[in-house]
């Protein structure tokens, strides 16, 4: 059995965990498209905060608390750019973290692509899973806000999601392509997970990558999502200020309808939802309750299993 997830950073990250536990109680191989519309480029590094988050935390490196960077993590040479005012202080660069970026902006800058350095990352980390970007080209999400465009990660951390939003733009998603591999993950899967990821800029941004949204939708494998919110609010992060700059309802049925059903155009063969969201109904789409809070690796390993039971995987 071949299992491809659509997921974002931690959340996704952690679901990820599930499903890699899922798999190897079944030798199940798994392939993971990885949101990268949250990348930065600063003081000359390229820097994948979704990429390194599902990394670090299959490979048990990530630091438990914060979801993102590493664990025993230093941040000498961030005091050491404030000393200088080189910021910008809202994004905190750990001294263990820059040695990823720096393996990778060495590697991108010698013309290695996204998904080669990712894997070449993950040779360390040994994730379990395969971890493909969504794309090899550089894409970013950026927020427009009223006195103009910002980067995705200072919207997020320097302004908490709190300033008036207008839209997100994924700037230079038009000219990219998925990342190789990711075409034949989709054609060879048995079924695809959506990850309870934030839908506006963690999913969208994976399917708005030319042909990526068609190899889902197109392929043979039943594709089946979880609500990434329980009980009208996000599990985690503020995905319901993303959803409210996109006006979708912040409820597991604003999100599955967002998806829609494959049966409609949309993406969804399947929903689950928490039972706190018991009796939500999706067009088209057949919703099942199960726990959706992934609290260890069993509960999302159930969660799996429940959604590839709905996807008749
Ligand atoms: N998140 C924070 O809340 N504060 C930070 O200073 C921060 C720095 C950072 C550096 C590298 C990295 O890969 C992730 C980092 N994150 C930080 C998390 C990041 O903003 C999120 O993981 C996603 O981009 C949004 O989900």
Redesign the pocket.
Known sequence: MHLVVLA???GGARFLLGVRSYARERGAEVTAIVNVG?DLSLHGLR????L??VMYTLGDGTDPD????RRDETWTVKAELAAYGAGPE?????DR?LATHLVRSTMLGAGHRLSAVTEALCARWQPGVRLLPATDDPVETHVVVEEGTIH??QW??RHRAALPTQRFVFVGVEQAKPAAGVLDALAAADAVLIAPS?PVV?IAPILAVPGLRDAVTGGPAPVVGLSPIIGGAPVR?MADRCLAAVGVPCTAAGVGDLYGARSRGGLLDGWLVDPADSGTAVAGVPVRETPLWMTDERATAEMVRVALEVAGA
């Open positions: 974002g950073g931690i949250d820097i994948c905060p979704d390194d988050s914060r979801g993102w960077g809202w994004f905190g660069l750990g973290d995705f990660q997020w951390l934030n963690s992060g």
